[in-house]
Nanobody, 122 residues
Framework: QVQLVESGGGSVQSGGSLRLSCAAAGHTINNYCLGWFRQAPGKEPEDVAQIDPNGSTIYTESVKGRFTISRDNARNTLYLQMNSLEPEDTDMYYC????????????????RGQGTQVTVSS
């Protein structure tokens, strides 16, 4: 079992930055597919970014150039650096992890955290 705990969410003004962290426990995630998705109540989830065991990354179009996903295998931790935040980025952000046999859609990953709220005001 992998337990994931997110932190780093909060409220910022438009144009601000936040860094989300996702600490894993119970199992190493060094060779896992990792990612972030976001979802608001009543809305469809949206994959934000993913990183595979080799470090290759994929971003949804709306965050390209603003968000950066990274992993620290020594700390068993995943990050999401979010710059130039916009009100449209307001959402609950979840980290997720999956064994390396499937990396396609972050929302479908086997393990996920409880989420951290990001609120961006204009």
């Amino acid at each position: 079992q992998v337990q994931l705990v997110e932190s780093g969410g909060g409220s910022v003004q438009s144009g601000g930055s936040l860094r989300l962290s996702c600490a894993a426990a119970g199992h190493t995630i060094n060779n896992y597919c990792l990612g972030w998705f976001r979802q608001a109540p009543g809305k469809e989830p949206e994959d934000v970014a993913q990183i595979d065991p080799n470090g290759s990354t994929i971003y949804t179009e709306s965050v390209k150039g603003r968000f950066t996903i990274s992993r620290d295998n020594a700390r068993n931790t995943l990050y999401l650096q979010m710059n130039s935040l916009e009100p449209e980025d307001t959402d609950m952000y979840y980290c997720a992890a999956n064994p390396p046999d499937y990396c396609a859609r972050v929302y479908d990953y086997k393990y996920r955290g409880q989420g951290t709220q990001v609120t961006v005001s204009s």
